[in-house]
Each structure stands twice: as structure tokens, then as C-alpha cells.
């Protein structure tokens, strides 16, 4: 029985090995390919390296002037143009003075800077999730190629290609994920706070650690303070004015390289449905149900103020990430926390391990699926998403029954 089973991890592992290593090599190699083309300046990098040049000029509180965007962006080589004369530099400036040290005259070196700058938070990244998993009785084999799995999900590597800092953005919420599983409230205030790097996934996390969680609320409080002051001395309070004045274009306006009917939130599933459906009311309908999953995640998180429970955590991302009110693939990376955590309460409490097992090849399925998808038609594409999706949603709902009834009966 015993030499039964160690044939089956051997052959567990060795597929694993195999969906793996041929991500990886096809990331390195399109990476390779793209860095030598002129893709690259249609890529949403040229709104990062447009921030850093503005820094770099010694004008960062004009880091969020529009006519300063598109005359930087104007100059840069390649044929790609952005309908509105730019590809918006919206995010908050916090990465601005590290963007200013990567943001050379040469934009493709920069491009390569800015990679490995990201690399590095990758591996902090994989570095958390194989000691949670790790704390969490898995093995050190089946913790590498779950941690592997995670951090080669392919949305996240299409982020790295586009030059996006979704990787950041992770690392706030994989500490603030941690924080909850440890109750730490240092690690789950301050990662939460440090994810407001994107605002429309930290504000409805935000809202419902503030309405449950009293200790974890002024560590989040602390530290958003602390960005505001740095944004404050950094970009003046006229940047402060030309950044909600981008807000209120990009939440308006289907220019600046936005593309809403492209999006993998609600507001995306309304326009691709509904074709003749108007913009204006489309993104009307999608705030009013950004603003109800908003009101469930604090609901669910106030009716759970004494329990960390991981599946609130799942129920409370994916109703963030999939209503959002701005959300391109690369942003449904987040979508990896509510994995870890079915393969953490899986291995938990032990219902069972042929489930535990086949968790470890859900992400590189998918990822290898999301990868073919690209040669086919989006609707594909998006029906894998909407796939991964519904069955996170299910897995966490049924898991979460399960393990209310097994407390109760204890």
C-alpha cells in the first residue's frame, strides 16, 4: 500500500514538473521575443515610465498632469498610439521614486530594470506563500510545486509582460491574508494598506476590516496615513486635485488605453453581453452592484467579527476583484489568494487528501488553459475566467458549510 502510494506522488510530481517547467518556458521565451519587438511600447509600462520620467525632471507634483503625460509618451519611439493622446498614469505615486531610478532614456532597458525589480518581489511573494504553506502541515515537496503553481499563474506573468505592478499589489494582500491566518494585526493592517496601491480592491477590504476587526483597523489606519503624508510632501495638494481629476476620467471615459468592453469585471461582462447596451449606463449599473458586493463584503465580515475565516476571505475577494469598477486580466491575479486558501483548509483538516492532491494542478491547469486561449477567440478566454471563478465561489461556499457544521458538533 505504502509502495502504491509513493508511486502515485512520484507521478503526481512528475506531471506537475512537466505543466510547470513548459510555463516557464514559454514565459521566458515570449519575454525574450517581446523585449526585442516594438510591442513593448504599447504596453501599460509607458504609463509607469512616464511617472518616472516626470520624477526624474524634478516635477513630481506634476505626476498626474495630463498634457505632461502625452508630451512624454509623444516622444517615445514605436507607432503605438493611445485614442486621448496617452496611456494613463493613474496609480498612487508610491512606487514613483523607484520608477524615477528605472526610467532611463533608454525605454526598453528600462522596460528590463523594471522586470527585474519585479522579480524580486515575485520571489518575496513565492517566499510567503511556502512558509504559510509550510505552517500549515504540507510537505516540502508538495510546497514547492504549490508555491511554483502559484507564482506562475499565468495572468500574473502577462503583468510582468505588460509592466504592470500587480506583483506589489499581491504583496500587500498575501500579508494581510497572512495576518488573518496568524491573527497578526500589524501584517493584516499594514499589507492592507500598502494594496490601496489598487483602491478599488483595497476600499471594499478596507471597509470591512475597519467594521470588524478593531486592533487590525489602526495598524491599516496608520498606514494609510503614513502614504497619504508621503503623497501629500511628494506630489502637493495640486497632484493630489490632478489625481482625482484622472479618476473622474477613467471612470467616464473608454480612452487612455481604459478598453471597458476588454475588462473581467462586471462592467466587462455587461458590454460584451449586451452589446447595445450604452456606456454610461452600463457603468452606472456596474457601480451600483460595485456598492451592494461592497455592503455584502462588510456584512459578511461583521456577522464573522470573532472568527478568521478563511472562506469570508475567499467570498470577499472574489466579489472585489469580479466588481470592481476597473479590471483587466492582469488584475485577476488576486484570484490566487482564495486558491491558497482551499488548499490550506483542505490539508487542514484533512477531508480529504485525494482533494488535497488534485488542488495542486488546479492553478497550472488553469494557466496552461488561459495560455492556449490566447490563440482563440476571447470569449474563451473569458469563459475560463468566468470557470475559475464559479468553481472558487462553489469550493469556498461548501467548504465554509462544512466546516461550520464540523465547530458546531465540537
Known amino acids: 500500500m505504502e509502495l502504491a502510494k509513493n508511486k502515485q506522488r512520484i507521478i503526481l510530481f512528475i506531471i506537475l514538473g512537466g505543466m510547470l517547467g513548459f510555463l ?22 509607458i504609463s509607469f515610465y512616464t511617472a518616472g520620467r516626470i520624477v526624474r525632471l524634478g516635477q513630481p507634483q506634476e505626476l498626474f498632469n495630463l498634457d505632461i503625460q502625452r508630451s512624454i509618451q509623444k516622444n517615445l519611439e514605436g507607432d503605438y498610439y493611445f485614442s486621448g493622446g496617452s496611456n494613463l498614469s493613474q496609480h498612487p505615486p508610491y ?78 494582500l498575501l500579508l494581510w491574508q497572512t495576518g488573518i491566518i496568524e491573527s497578526n494585526a500589524v501584517k493584516t493592517g499594514l ?24 486592533k487590525a483597523s489602526v495598524w491599516f489606519f496608520l498606514g494609510c496615513s503614513s502614504l497619504f503624508l508621503f503623497t501629500l510632501a511628494f506630489i502637493r495638494i495640486g497632484g493630489i486635485i490632478d489625481f482625482i481629476n484622472l479618476m473622474k476620467i477613467s471612470s467616464t471615459s473608454s480612452e487612455f488605453g481604459l478598453n471597458p468592453e476588454s475588462m473581467y469585471n462586471f462592467l466587462g461582462f455587461l458590454l460584451r453581453t449586451f452589446p447595445k447596451f450604452e456606456l454610461t449606463a452600463a457603468r452606472q449599473t456596474a457601480w451600483v452592484a460595485e456598492i451592494v458586493s461592497t455592503l455584502i463584503i462588510v456584512l459578511l465580515w461583521i456577522r464573522n467579527r470573532q472568527v478568521n475565516s478563511l472562506f469570508i476571505v475567499n467570498i470577499s475577494i472574489v466579489l472585489a476583484v469580479f466588481f470592481s469598477p476597473h479590471l483587466h486580466i492582469h488584475s485577476t491575479t488576486f484570484l490566487l489568494l482564495p486558491a491558497i486558501n482551499i488548499m490550506i483548509r483542505l490539508r487542514q483538516k484533512n477531508w480529504t487528501n485525494g482533494l488535497t492532491a488534485v488542488s495542486l494542478y488546479f492553478v497550472p491547469v488553469i494557466s496552461i488553459l488561459q495560455f492556449m486561449s490566447a490563440f482563440l477567440p476571447p470569449s474563451i478566454g473569458y469563459s475560463i475566467y468566468y470557470f475559475e471563478l464559479i468553481l472558487i465561489l462553489i469550493i469556498s461556499i461548501q467548504l465554509y458549510q462544512r466546516e461550520t457544521v464540523h465547530n458546531f458538533k465540537e
Open 191 to 214: 499589507g492592507l494598506a500598502w494594496s490601496t496601491l489598487s483602491p478599488t480592491i483595497a476600499g471594499p477590504l478596507g471597509l470591512a476590516l475597519v467594521s470588524s476587526r478593531r
Open 24 to 45: 516557464l518556458l514559454i514565459y521566458i521565451l515570449a519575454w525574450s521575443i517581446f523585449i526585442q519587438g516594438t510591442a513593448v511600447y504599447g504596453t501599460d509600462f
Open 95 to 172: 512606487l514613483a521614486p523607484l520608477l524615477a531610478l528605472i526610467s532611463i532614456d533608454d525605454f526598453k532597458l528600462a522596460f528590463t530594470l523594471w522586470t527585474f525589480v519585479r522579480i524580486l518581489i515575485w520571489i518575496a511573494c513565492g517566499w510567503i506563500i511556502f512558509n504559510l504553506l509550510r505552517r500549515n502541515k504540507f510537505d516540502s515537496l508538495s510546497t514547492f510545486f504549490a508555491s511554483a503553481g502559484f507564482l506562475l499563474f499565468y495572468p500574473l506573468f502577462l503583468s510582468i509582460l505588460a509592466g504592470q505592478d500587480t506583483i506589489f499589489i499581491l504583496l500587500g
